[in-house]
């Protein structure tokens, strides 16, 4: 246990829904993480909100949309997803966004598009 | 660009010592941790190194060459608990971007 927590940990879902995952920190931080790990590629950094703002989006489509309302939640909303989008969907927590500021991850939901 | 190279899969006895590989061409350089991963679960922190040298804490090291762009993690009297992939990242100069390895899926055997 980490101290933080995502809710699905599994979601099958059609090209045509849409979804929503949610993250949750217990550990007072004010940095969050969501990043996708798809079999046999290296773990991919999707957004990065500091103190609720987002200052990283590395280059994801937009048919996934983040929302960050407050420091201790993080959402990931989903809509016409592709079935290559199938991976787990790992969320992270950090105290800042400081270099040395280790990251504490989530348990992931395992997503999967048909 | 950026690129982590690690490898693939390492196999060790138990109550061995396996040094895992990291090299690293990234935009800048703000720091290198290793995390470990177990199956099914989420990545954990090991370590982290920004200064070249060597960190020690407990079974675990891990080494750091900014010239070389290169770390190791070594894991001493090893055990079967630490079969798990171990993932090697960079945090780069500029924003918050952190570029992951694909990590070395290490198998202890008895």
């Known amino acids: 246990e980490t101290g933080v927590t995502q809710t699905p940990r599994h979601l099958v879902m059609g090209m045509t829904n849409k979804k929503s995952l949610k993250c949750e920190q217990h550990?007072?931080?004010?940095?969050m993480y969501w990043y996708k790990q798809s079999a046999k590629k290296p773990l991919e950094l999707m957004f990065v909100?500091?103190?609720?703002?987002?200052?990283e989006n590395n280059s994801v489509p937009s048919r996934f949309s983040p929302e960050c309302p407050n420091s201790s939640h993080l959402f990931l909303h989903l809509h016409t997803l592709q079935p290559e989008d199938s991976a787990l969907y790992l969320c992270?927590?950090?105290?800042?966004?400081?270099?040395?500021?280790?990251?504490?991850f989530g348990p992931g939901t395992r997503l999967t598009v048909t | 660009g950026q690129n982590i190279d690690q490898p693939t899969e390492m196999t060790a006895t138990e109550g061995a010592i396996v040094q895992i590989n990291c090299t690293y061409q990234?935009?800048?350089?703000?720091?290198l941790f290793w995390y470990q991963q177990h199956a099914g679960e989420a990545p954990t922190f090991l370590s982290y190194?920004?200064?070249?040298g060597l960190e020690e804490k407990g079974r675990f090291s891990s080494f750091l060459s900014r010239s070389k762009g290169y770390s190791y993690l070594l894991l001493k009297e090893l055990q079967m608990k630490d079969s798990a992939s171990y993932l090697c990242?960079?945090?780069?100069?500029?924003?918050?971007?952190?570029?992951f390895g694909p990590g070395t899926r290490l198998s202890v055997l008895p």
């Open positions: 990242a960079v945090r780069e100069n500029y924003g918050q971007n952190f570029v």
């Open positions: 550990l007072g931080h004010n940095a």
């Open positions: 190194n920004v200064l070249d």
């Open positions: 992270a927590s950090s105290q800042g966004t400081s270099p040395s500021y280790e990251q504490y």
């Open positions: 990234t935009s800048g350089f703000n720091g």
């Open positions: 909100y500091n103190f609720k703002e987002q200052t």
